[in-house]
């Protein structure tokens, strides 16, 4: 089956921006549907945007605007650009093919105020 390794995460001042990464590797053939979730310290894990069908993408309210995921075919990735991050934007952030239990080990994001 696929893995999923996250990177990019790391300590950012609000305004600031980032860059996550999604590297998929293993069995890749059929995946279509990639997502985006983050799990910020003493609260559920929530999604934060997903790609479907490899380019018709949604978003949660409070990142529509900061936020563009992306996938790159050819390399297997998929991507997170963050932009504008708040503070409550902190937390980990975790890939995961959609709708599967396939989830990679989440990369940190925090945002100091």
């Known amino acids: 089956q696929a893995q999923l390794v996250e990177s990019g995460g790391g300590l950012v001042q609000a305004g600031g921006s980032l860059r996550l990464s999604c590297a998929v590797s293993?069995?890749?053939?059929?995946?279509?549907?990639i997502a985006w979730h983050r799990q910020a310290p003493g609260k559920r894990r929530e999604l934060v945007a997903t790609?479907?069908?490899?380019?018709?993408?949604t978003y949660r309210e409070d990142v529509k605007g900061r936020c563009t995921i992306s996938r790159d075919i050819a390399k297997n990735t998929a991507y997170l650009q963050m932009n504008n991050l708040r503070h409550d934007d902190t937390g980990v952030y975790y890939c995961?093919?959609?709708?599967?239990?396939?989830w990679g080990q989440g990369t940190q994001v925090p945002v100091s105020s």
């Open positions: 995961h093919i959609y709708t599967t239990t396939i």
């Open positions: 293993g069995n890749t053939i059929g995946i279509r549907d």
């Open positions: 790609i479907i069908n490899h380019n018709e993408t």
